[in-house]
């Protein structure tokens, strides 16, 4: 069981959405979003330290007090405005043709604290703490997390109707090419139900923003603390996520580059590979793995398939079936000598989104000497890794399209 509620949404005004909704603060640099910020942009509230010349560093105290004093300026100018009555919104994103549908809504942080809601990565504190400061600051959760329900029948039913008999409060195409579209739904007896539906869903899973979602619970938990009154029922209990049906969801691959091959020349390191892998040499032309165990590699110019070797995977195991737990354990580790991927400089992480040429470019260029693609991972190997408390190795899954930021916000504010 899960407790969820609908809420008072800020949010823009129609003919402002597009403009106002920017990509996640954590999926672009300062530089970037410099560049990207239009006047209205979220970016200016999420990452305030474009507003600094030169740019300020993201964890300065005027930094954090500049994202407190945009968020207010934006409510002032109309920018952003508040919902006049508690809702559930339904939020769509359309990429390469295939749209999913989810639910905005407020969670409960102790469903957090209890394993309702099932994490599958590690969080890093001082991440944890630099979202902690932004929730507090602003009495807000300015950015949504991105979750995963098992699919009902109701609720799919519910999001259904809502789509086709009301016209979308925001529709707009972002400049990647990925469209969004908004429906608020108004009447009490959908959101009633919703509600009540949610309470016989086992549990949820953080697919995107493991940091936030750790960081709005822990300042849930601030809350309860110095309130000798708490009830369980106040607004800061509850933080902004949008639910999605697992089955909707489609994760896609997250890479690897090294910077060396730890003193090996490419054909020893070639050979070495043979030991765990079948290695095919398949030319100059992008390869991409083609099923669960199968690599994908770069090096000198040339591509290659590796299908790794029974024995060096388990099946049976959520972790030990994992490719990136196989490429970590008999290439990384045991060849490379990388061992704590958190920590070391000499790998560093492409998610699928920017294609396979750009594993390609980073070796070219000199910057690396290797690059791994590998088979996405899938949400039931997902699920069943959460399920069984078990953790993912660090940038094993990415998810996309990413929910924009401002397009709902929720806020606790006293």
């Known amino acids: 069981m899960v407790r969820i509620k609908p809420f008072r949404g800020i949010r823009p005004p129609k003919n402002y959405a597009a403009e106002v909704a ?26 305030p330290e474009i507003d600094f010349d030169p740019i300020a560093d993201e964890h300065d105290p005027k930094v954090y007090e500049k994202a407190v004093e945009n968020f207010r300026r934006w409510r002032e100018l109309g920018w952003l405005a508040q919902d006049p009555e508690e809702y559930y919104y339904v939020y769509a ?13 407020c969670c409960h942080f102790e469903d957090y604290l209890s394993g309702a809601i099932k994490k599958h990565e590690l969080t890093r504190t001082e991440k944890e703490e630099d979202r902690m400061i932004h929730v507090r600051n602003q009495q807000a959760n300015i950015e949504p997390v991105f979750f995963a329900y098992p699919d009902n029948a109701e609720i799919d039913a519910i999001v259904a109707d809502v789509v086709a008999n009301n016209a979308p409060e925001y529709d707009f195409t972002a400049e990647d090419g990925f ?13 009633d139900r919703i509600t009540e539906l949610f309470k016989g869903i086992p549990a949820l899973y953080v697919a995107d923003g493991h940091h936030r979602t750790a960081a709005a619970a822990r300042v849930g938990a601030e809350y309860r603390d110095r309130n000798p009154h708490h009830t369980g029922g106040e607004e800061y209990c509850y933080f902004l996520a949008v639910t999605f049906p697992a ?3 489609r994760i896609i691959d997250y890479n690897r580059v090294v910077k060396d091959l730890n003193g090996l020349t490419p054909a020893e390191f070639l050979e070495r590979l043979k030991e765990d892998f079948t290695v095919e040499e398949k030319g100059t032309e992008i390869y991409r793995p083609q099923a ?3 690599f994908s590699m770069y090096l000198a110019g040339r591509w290659y398939s590796l299908t790794a070797k029974p024995g060096t995977y388990d099946d049976h195991d959520p972790i030990g079936v994992l490719d990136v737990t196989v490429l970590s354990n008999r290439v990384l580790d045991r060849i490379l000598d990388i061992k704590d991927l958190r920590t070391s400089k000499r790998i560093d992480f492409v998610g699928g989104i920017r294609g396979l040429g750009e594993l390609k470019r980073r070796v070219d260029s000199g910057e690396m000497q290797a690059a791994f693609a590998l088979y996405p991972v899938s949400m039931q190997q997902l699920i069943d890794i959460a399920d069984t408390g078990n953790i993912m190795p660090p940038k094993t899954t990415w998810f996309e399209p990413k929910l924009r930021s401002g397009v709902v916000i929720h806020s606790f504010e006293e």
């Open 22 to 47: 920017s990509r996640p603060y954590d999926v672009l640099n300062s530089a970037e979003a410099k560049a990207e910020a239009t006047e209205r942009s979220l970016l200016h509230i999420i990452k």
């Open 93 to 105: 994103q359309t990429m390469e043709g295939r749209t999913q549908y989810g639910l905005a809504m």
């Open 179 to 191: 469209g969004h579209k908004l429906w608020v739904i108004r009447d009490r007896k959908t959101n």
């Open 247 to 249: 089955s909707q969801l």
């Open 292 to 294: 669960l165990h199968n």
